[in-house]
């Protein structure tokens, strides 16, 4: 799997958060195949460090997903108003 072909100039936040969970999870397996690859034991470490951080992205976004009604999640974040917030 190599993401060499994806557009960069797409913001992830632009993306939906259910397309958001898996480009994170294809960056997380990217990084643990250039880990098993890596022969600098620090590099290595480098890579399953960015892989357990795609990852928990990956988690927080579909943890958000379960938790809204079907057709909410419109890809577009929306600001929440603080209880206290004079501006709301």
Same mark, same amino acid.
């Given at each position: ?9 797409? @913001?992830?936040? $632009? ?5 958001? +969970?898996?480009?994170?999870?294809? @960056?997380?397996?990217? $990084?643990?195949?250039?880990?098993? !690859? +890596? @022969?600098? #034991? &620090? ?7 960015? $892989?357990?951080?795609?990852? $928990?992205? +990956?988690? !927080? ?10 057709? !909410?999640?419109?890809?577009? !974040?929306?600001?929440? +108003?603080?209880?206290? &917030? #004079?501006?709301?």
């Amino acid at each position: 799997m190599d993401l060499v072909g994806e557009p960069v100039g797409q @913001f992830l936040s $632009a993306l939906p958060r259910g397309q958001r +969970a898996a480009r994170y999870r294809r @960056f997380a397996v990217e $990084a643990v195949l250039r880990a098993r !690859e +890596a @022969f600098n #034991p &620090d590099q290595r470490a480098e890579y399953l460090t960015m $892989a357990s951080g795609w990852h $928990a992205m +990956a988690v !927080e976004a579909e943890r958000y997903l379960a938790r809204t009604i079907p057709g !909410e999640d419109d890809g577009h !974040e929306q600001s929440e +108003a603080m209880p206290d &917030d #004079p501006s709301h």
